[in-house]
């Protein structure tokens, strides 16, 4: 299984961004598919930011809620990440994570089976 995050770039507080998640090889049946996010110098999230089951049902961290939408595409196998009102707390490098049970199971770092390699999001004020 391989996850390929994209998307990450340099924005002004205020702008959006659509990371992307490309998901190749995991097998059909039961998933949960996540975002985490990790500011450089700090651990990551203990918890996913965003995710969605293999039901379609999406979940989101308080701090992200009326901000970040999360969707998944399976005609192109990618999972999405919408972000809108980039503030500069934002600011981290976030990953895709998946496992291949139900959620919660890849919303919490212990339930993952596999990472994806991050992408970049750099929010200036």
């Known amino acids: 299984v391989q996850l390929a995050e994209s998307g990450g770039d340099s924005v002004q507080f205020g702008g959006s961004l659509k990371l992307s998640c490309v998901v190749s090889?995991?097998?059909?049946?039961?998933?949960?598919l996540g975002w985490f996010r990790q500011v450089p110098g700090v651990e990551r999230e203990l918890g996913a930011i965003a995710g969605i089951s293999d039901i379609g049902t999406v979940s989101y961290a308080d701090s992200v809620k009326g901000r970040f939408s999360v969707s998944l595409d399976s005609t192109k196998s990618t999972l999405y990440l919408q972000i809108l009102s980039l503030k500069p707390e934002d600011t981290a490098k976030y990953y895709c994570?998946?496992?291949?049970?139900?959620?919660?199971?890849?919303?919490?770092?212990?339930?993952?089976?596999?990472w994806g390699k991050g992408t970049l999001v750099t929010v200036s004020s």
């Open positions: 090889g995991l097998p059909f049946g039961d998933y949960c």
């Open positions: 994570a998946a496992s291949e049970r139900t959620c919660p199971g890849a919303l919490f770092p212990d339930g993952v089976d596999y």
